[in-house]
């Protein structure tokens, strides 16, 4: 009879075991499910976001300049139109810079719109 109950002890503890593996198992599934699914509504909310903010951009560089980004000009931001001094992307916060060059001795740039100075870096072979 001891035989029995140390046997069935031993069969119920292993089934026990087994249960709450299969169990931990489940439960990452679904975390893994679910953290799947939200990821892939996030990267679909993202790609809605970068789209309108696209837009918005092609929006507000339609103004009839024939823009040339990257091409800079003395001390003039490299993601500004050299032309008409709007940036390539908007920028945060509550300025949509236009930049101009400034009439200072060093080379920069400056928002005609809320007087923020842009100046390269010079690098000390610059200097000499």
Same mark, same amino acid.
């Given at each position: 009879m001891k035989q029995f109950f140390f046997q069935a002890a031993l069969i119920v503890g292993a089934a026990a075991i087994v249960g709450y593996v299969l169990w931990k198992a489940g439960a990452a599934m679904f975390i893994y499910l679910r953290d799947r699914r939200d990821s892939r509504i996030a990267a679909e909310e993202a790609?809605?976001?970068?789209?309108? *903010?696209?837009?918005?951009?092609?929006?507000?560089? $339609?103004?009839? !300049? &024939? /823009?040339?980004f990257g091409e800079t000009l003395g001390?003039?931001?490299?993601?500004?139109?050299? *032309?008409?001094?709007?940036?390539?992307?908007?920028? $945060?916060?509550? !300025? &949509? /810079?236009v930049w101009r060059l400034d009439t200072e001795s060093a080379p920069g740039a400056l928002c005609e719109k809320c007087g923020k100075r842009y100046k390269p870096i010079v690098?000390?072979?610059s200097k000499l």
């Open positions: 790609q809605r976001l970068r789209r309108e *903010r696209e837009a918005a951009d092609r929006e507000r560089l $339609a103004n009839g !300049c &024939d /823009h040339r001390g003039f931001p490299p993601f500004a139109c050299r *032309r008409c001094g709007l940036e390539q992307t908007a920028p $945060a916060g509550p !300025c &949509d /810079h690098s000390e072979q």
